[in-house]
């Protein structure tokens, strides 16, 4: 998946396990930047009596770098405080939650959270935090969507946990709550050693009982949700300066998010965790930027590593990963004769892939895209460091496509993501060969330019299937699936 | 911004190859240290600290400006002991950690944790 329960470690502390990374310009907010940043995988709707929430012990940030140089200068942060309004109900909700409420004894809604948010920007002076800058607090987190009799007009309740927010010159327009998995992959296919459905018959293991070539894919990460955290924030308080025009890598911002938890944490006997506390420093935990890079680059004794360190490690000890990735020294033993350029590319003596170092690590310079000759989201640097770069000067497209870059949409991944870009065919067909002509003399198959998953239906195929639900406006992931109309095999009368 | 410059996503003390997680951070712990909660509650611990002066501890440099943002007296501070050999100790409180190095006092809360 994109990142969900990525790494042996961080699988079992899903509340700080960050699932994907999202960054745009607004398409109905000119001028804005949009910051989406999910964690939590694969919520069952119905998941309860004790729905999701983030974690009040884990500290989440969305931090930015827009000087090129791999570390921060920007990050905002949020805490979160629970309550139980009626600690002796066993129930979520003792009734139905048609209006969000600060925390109270009389509310209907048993365990409620509410939000700190902050900016930290960090000039040289700024060590341990300080010029920490709470932008609002006291912030309403919305209800899981239980279902239509606790949780009715679900989506006008949701719009009421939009909360405008700011301090000083900064502003943001702020959602921290549940939302439908806006990613899709077919999971199944991909770790049934890369039997993608509709090219198993040229697998391997093509031929064998259960293989079904030409299948469409299964989207398995539809009817699940998802908690977000997502910010809206004028682009001239992303941005090192007011940039020139799209060639001024100044236009260009990295994206990452973190989560830290203290370094020790104290239990306190009786079990109910109200006396525990944490002590000393925030440490990493979780680290995302590009989708897919831990996954599906990162070496399984070293995932929850690389979720540890900061992005300047990856031009460290792990720029081998990127340099030399295993995906695709597989792909032409997987699918034998399906790739013999990208095969004979391997074998040879200079194989390593700068094109994927490019996506991944230091953004794309200008003129390595010649169909989009203009195109750059380069850090101005060099320094390699895995980040979601966006290109800010670049407006959203009218006529988007899901391929992103790919399909000659400047506008989607790998500038940036939006919330419909299909990065798992993105990826799929970098790693077999699609953008490393772009870099080196390399003639790409023919099928590193049509393998996909099986899960839309073109470029153009914006709501892609099991994903229907995209808003248009912030914060652009669907509302999510109830509990009482999902998994689907019950009636579904309701929706979503 | 620099290396040196932190926050919680910035390098440690001792260098990104010697980052913890927390599962080397509990297998360092269980294996080859000792962790001890203390607060007022260890005896003599202050007294110790404050009164062995040729056996001060020395407060290591990456963190000496901590002492004036340290939390309230009142807030818990947790103890690890990382080396008993070398008396190198973690000090830990509110969101800060500092590091001492003092021998006596690594032989005196390993006492202490045994009683």
Same mark, same amino acid.
């Given at each position: 998946?994109?990142?969900? =329960?990525?790494?042996?470690?961080?699988?079992?502390?899903?509340?700080?396990?960050?699932?994907?990374?999202?960054?745009?310009?607004?398409?109905?907010?000119?001028?804005?930047?949009?910051?989406?940043?999910?964690?939590?995988?694969?919520?069952?709707?119905?998941?309860?009596?004790?729905?999701?929430?983030?974690?009040?012990?884990?500290?989440?940030?969305?931090?930015?770098?827009?000087?090129?140089?791999?570390?921060?200068?920007?990050?905002?942060?949020?805490?979160?405080?629970?309550?139980?309004?009626?600690?002796?109900?066993?129930?979520?909700?003792?009734?139905?939650?048609?209006?969000?409420?600060?925390?109270?004894?009389?509310?209907?809604?048993?365990?409620?959270?509410?939000?700190?948010?902050?900016?930290?920007?960090?000039?040289?002076?700024?060590?341990?935090?300080?010029?920490?800058?709470?932008?609002?607090?006291?912030?309403?987190?919305?209800?899981?969507?239980?279902?239509?009799?606790?949780?009715?007009?679900?989506?006008?309740?949701?719009?009421?946990?939009?909360?405008?927010?700011?301090?000083?010159?900064?502003?943001?327009?702020?959602?921290?709550?549940?939302?439908?998995?806006?990613?899709?992959?077919?999971?199944?296919?991909?770790?049934?050693?890369?039997?993608? =459905?509709?090219?198993?018959?040229?697998?391997?293991?093509?031929?064998?009982?259960?293989?079904?070539?030409?299948?469409?894919?299964?989207?398995?990460?539809?009817?699940?949700?998802?908690?977000?955290?997502?910010?809206?924030?004028?682009?001239?308080?992303?941005?090192?300066?007011?940039?020139?025009?799209?060639?001024?890598?100044?236009?260009?911002?990295?994206?990452?998010?973190?989560?830290?938890?203290?370094?020790?944490?104290?239990?306190?006997?009786?079990?109910?965790?109200?006396?525990? $506390?944490?002590?000393?420093?925030?440490?990493?935990?979780?680290?995302?930027?590009?989708?897919?890079?831990?996954?599906?680059?990162?070496?399984?004794?070293?995932?929850?590593?690389?979720?540890?360190?900061?992005?300047?490690?990856?031009?460290?000890?792990?720029?081998?990963?990127?340099?030399?990735?295993?995906?695709?020294?597989?792909?032409?033993?997987?699918?034998?004769?399906?790739?013999?350029?990208?095969?004979?590319?391997?074998?040879?003596?200079?194989?390593?892939?700068?094109?994927?170092?490019?996506?991944?690590?230091?953004?794309?310079?200008?003129?390595?895209?010649?169909?989009?000759?203009? $195109?750059?989201?380069?850090?101005?640097?060099?320094?390699?460091?895995?980040?979601?770069?966006?290109?800010?000067?670049?407006?959203?497209?009218?006529?988007?496509?899901?391929?992103?870059?790919?399909?000659?949409?400047?506008?989607?991944?790998?500038?940036?993501?939006?919330?419909?870009?299909?990065?798992?065919?993105?990826?799929?067909?970098?790693?077999?060969?699609?953008?490393?002509?772009?870099?080196?003399?390399?003639?790409?198959?023919?099928?590193?330019?049509?393998?996909?998953?099986?899960?839309?239906?073109?470029?153009?195929?914006?709501?892609?299937?099991?994903?229907?639900?995209?808003?248009?406006? $912030?914060?652009?992931?669907?509302?999510?699936?109830?509990?009482?109309?999902?998994?689907?095999?019950?009636?579904?009368?309701?929706?979503? | 911004?620099?290396?040196?410059?932190? +926050?919680?996503?910035?390098?440690?003390? +001792?260098?990104?190859?010697?980052?913890?997680?927390?599962?080397?951070?509990?297998?360092?712990?269980?294996?080859?240290?000792?962790?001890?909660?203390?607060?007022?509650?260890?005896?003599?611990?202050?007294?110790?600290?404050?009164?062995?002066?040729?056996?001060?501890?020395?407060?290591?440099?990456?963190?000496?400006?901590?002492?004036?943002?340290?939390?309230?007296?009142?807030?818990?501070?947790?103890?690890?002991?990382?080396?008993?050999?070398?008396?190198?100790? %973690?000090?830990?409180?509110?969101?800060?950690?500092?590091?001492?190095?003092?021998?006596?006092?690594?032989? %005196?809360?390993?006492?202490?944790?045994?009683?």
């Amino acid at each position: 998946m994109s990142s969900h =329960r990525e790494a042996p470690e961080i699988s079992k502390d899903p509340v700080a396990d960050s699932t994907d990374l999202y960054a745009f310009r607004s398409p109905d907010a000119p001028g804005t930047v949009t910051l989406i940043a999910n964690y939590i995988p694969l919520e069952a709707p119905d998941g309860g009596p004790n729905f999701y929430e983030f974690a009040d012990d884990v500290l989440y940030s969305i931090n930015i770098d827009n000087t090129g140089d791999g570390f921060p200068d920007i990050s905002y942060r949020f805490r979160f405080t629970t309550v139980n309004n009626t600690p002796g109900s066993f129930l979520y909700n003792d009734g139905p939650i048609t209006s969000l409420t600060p925390p109270s004894a009389t509310s209907n809604w048993n365990r409620q959270q509410t939000y700190t948010v902050s900016r930290v920007d960090m000039p040289w002076n700024r060590w341990r935090n300080k010029g920490e800058i709470v932008l609002g607090s006291g912030l309403l987190s919305p209800p899981c969507n239980i279902g239509p009799l606790s949780t009715p007009n679900y989506g006008a309740l949701a719009n009421s946990a939009i909360h405008s927010v700011g301090a000083g010159p900064f502003s943001a327009k702020v959602f921290a709550g549940q939302r439908a998995e806006g990613f899709y992959v077919d999971l199944g296919a991909v770790f049934d050693l890369g039997n993608l =459905r509709g090219f198993a018959g040229d697998h391997a293991g093509g031929g064998g009982p259960g293989l079904m070539n030409g299948m469409p894919g299964v989207n398995s990460t539809a009817d699940v949700n998802v908690h977000t955290l997502a910010l809206q924030v004028p682009v001239d308080q992303l941005t090192r300066s007011a940039p020139s025009g799209p060639g001024d890598s100044a236009a260009v911002i990295g994206v990452w998010t973190t989560a830290s938890r203290q370094r020790v944490r104290v239990r306190k006997d009786g079990g109910d965790g109200a006396g525990d $506390f944490g002590s000393g420093p925030w440490t990493q935990v979780s680290r995302l930027g590009n989708p897919l890079t831990n996954e599906l680059l990162i070496g399984i004794g070293d995932k929850d590593r690389w979720n540890a360190l900061p992005p300047t490690s990856d031009g460290g000890p792990f720029l081998e990963y990127f340099a030399t990735p295993l995906l695709p020294q597989l792909l032409p033993s997987l699918y034998p004769g399906v790739f013999p350029n990208l095969a004979a590319y391997n074998s040879s003596a200079h194989n390593v892939r700068p094109d994927i170092e490019a996506i991944f690590l230091t953004g794309i310079p200008t003129g390595v895209i010649t169909p989009a000759p203009t $195109f750059t989201n380069y850090n101005g640097t060099g320094i390699k460091a895995d980040m979601l770069r966006l290109n800010t000067a670049i407006p959203p497209a009218s006529s988007p496509s899901n391929l992103g870059l790919l399909g000659l949409d400047v506008a989607g991944y790998p500038n940036g993501r939006r919330v419909f870009d299909d990065v798992a065919t993105i990826a799929l067909r970098a790693v077999a060969g699609a953008t490393l002509g772009f870099v080196t003399s390399f003639t790409a198959d023919g099928a590193a330019g049509v393998v996909d998953f099986g899960l839309t239906t073109g470029g153009a195929d914006i709501p892609a299937k099991g994903t229907e639900n995209y808003l248009s406006t $912030f914060p652009y992931l669907g509302t999510p699936y109830s509990g009482y109309s999902n998994p689907a095999l019950t009636p579904v009368s309701v929706a979503p | 911004m620099s290396p040196e410059q932190n +926050d919680e996503t910035a390098p440690p003390p +001792d260098g990104w190859r010697g980052a913890l997680t927390r599962r080397s951070f509990l297998q360092r712990g269980a294996f080859t240290t000792a962790a001890v909660a203390v607060a007022s509650s260890v005896p003599g611990i202050s007294t110790f600290v404050a009164t062995t002066a040729t056996d001060a501890p020395a407060v290591d440099t990456e963190v000496s400006d901590a002492a004036d943002e340290a939390g309230p007296l009142t807030e818990p501070l947790i103890a690890h002991v990382k080396d008993a050999g070398t008396g190198e100790i %973690s000090l830990f409180q509110g969101e800060r950690e500092v590091v001492v190095r003092s021998p006596s006092l690594a032989r %005196s809360l390993m006492s202490a944790a045994r009683k």
